[in-house]
Nanobody, 123 residues
């Protein structure tokens, strides 16, 4: 079992930055794909970014490329999401995830989800 707890959400003005953190417990994340999803009110849950344990490669959805950076520290069992140049459309609840599925952008690939942290970007 893996428990994930996010922190760092909040209210920020458009153009600002926020850094999300995710603390994992229960098992080491070193063999898991870790990532972030988000869900805005009235919308489906959306893939944001993922970090592959084996290759170290990272992936992100087109709408956040060049603005969001995912990173991980396996030794500390931490996952981070640095969000820059935030836009009102980035407003959502952000979830930290971990899993071993084959498709990094599919929610079905992730067995473990945090409780979520709210990010609100004002215009």
């Amino acid at each position: 079992q893996v428990q994930l707890v996010e922190s760092g959400g909040g209210l920020v003005q458009a153009g600002g930055s926020l850094s999300l953190s995710c603390a994992a417990s229960g098992r080491s994340l070193s063999t898991y794909v870790v990532g972030w999803f988000r869900q805005a009110p009235g919308k489906e849950r959306e893939f944001v970014a993922a970090s592959m344990w084996s290759s170290g490669l990272t992936y992100s959805t087109d709408s956040v490329k060049g603005r969001f950076i995912i990173s991980r520290d396996n030794a500390k069992s931490m996952v981070y999401l640095q969000m820059n140049s935030l836009k009102p459309e980035d407003t959502a609840v952000y979830y930290c995830v971990a899993g071993r599925g084959l498709s990094y952008s599919s929610a079905r690939s992730y067995d473990y989800w945090g409780q979520g942290t709210q990010v609100t970007v004002s215009s």
